[in-house]
């Protein structure tokens, strides 16, 4: 009503696949004859993986197809290339933007261990992707940050949709930690509007969302109020950060510190999940 969007062909959106309620959102609103172009690819290669292309169809919530030149691969636990099943993204030939070495590693240890400690010789992204039969993708997150119940992977932007969906809330954390044989924390940190109060009731209404448009595996063990969420100078929420210093990572082992863009956000999320999982292996009192 406002814009004439007749001479847009197209939008694009970055990070990963849009949402199939953002399709749906650009179709309805915008313009329905326009090309979507969902991309994805990597700082670390300034490169992009996964491209939009304006030959191929569009599908609802996937990217397109694989750059050229880009030989990207789904591998599964045994190293093999799987096509419709989700696995870790891999590069399989290189690329001539990658990395060749870190800053202040001379024996290459840590940029082994960063990319080629999975499946030697292959280049292991730490995202998990689904490459479907029409070339088409997925890509779920980071494989490190995903959280795994049961045997069951869940994408913590599965959690965010629905969380940051809420009235009350405007920000979200999630992350799931081994807390010893057979227990599994997932502890959820939320950032309120103002004048709100994350009470008893709250607390059930997050849960009931989570449980009713997700599942009941998705749902967090705690759900803690924070003042801010920890996020990177490029605004990247810290999960795979947190959960390694609470698996007993030095902090600076853990995360550049300089690249953190509020570090007091960072220190009250580790403290209070810290206490929780303290209290989680307290034995019950008599």
Not at 67 to 83: C, D, F, R, S, T
Not at 110 to 124: I, K, T
Not at 258 to 263: A, E, I, R, T
Request: with cysteine; hydrophobic share 35%.
């Amino acid at each position: 009503e406002l814009y004439d969007f007749d001479e847009m062909v197209s939008i694009a959106s970055t990070g990963g696949p849009l949402t199939p309620e953002g399709f749906e959102w650009i179709y309805n609103k915008v313009k329905r004859d326009i090309w979507v172009a969902s991309v994805s690819g990597g700082t670390d290669v300034c490169s992009g993986f996964a491209l939009g292309c304006p030959l191929l169809p569009v599908v609802s919530g996937r990217i397109q197809c694989r750059a050229l030149g880009a030989m990207v691969e789904a591998y599964n636990e045994k190293g093999e290339g799987v096509i419709g099943e989700v696995g870790e993204l891999v590069l399989t030939k290189p690329l001539p933007s990658m990395p060749l070495y870190f800053w202040n590693d001379p024996e290459m240890k840590r940029y082994r261990e960063s990319y080629f400690d999975v499946f030697p010789g292959v280049w292991r992204h730490g995202d998990w992707v689904k490459i479907f039969p029409d070339g088409s993708l997925i890509i779920y997150g980071r494989s490190d940050s995903t959280l795994k119940r049961k045997g069951i992977r869940i994408g913590t932007s599965e959690i965010y949709r629905v969380v940051e969906g809420m009235d009350e809330i405007t920000d979200s954390l999630v992350f799931g930690v081994e807390a010893g044989e057979d227990d599994y924390f997932v502890p959820l940190f939320v950032v309120l509007k103002e004048g709100k109060v994350l009470d008893g009731g709250l607390r059930d209404r997050i849960r009931d969302r989570i449980r009713t448009e997700l599942s009941p595996r998705h749902v967090p063990d705690e759900v803690f109020a924070v003042h801010e969420i920890p996020r990177t100078l490029n605004g990247k929420k810290l999960e795979v950060p947190l959960k390694r210093m609470l698996l007993g990572a030095r902090p600076d082992k853990a995360v550049n510190l300089g690249s953190v863009s509020n570090p007091d956000a960072l220190w009250e999320v580790f403290e209070i999940a810290k206490r929780s999982l303290e209290n989680r292996h307290q034995p019950p009192r008599k």
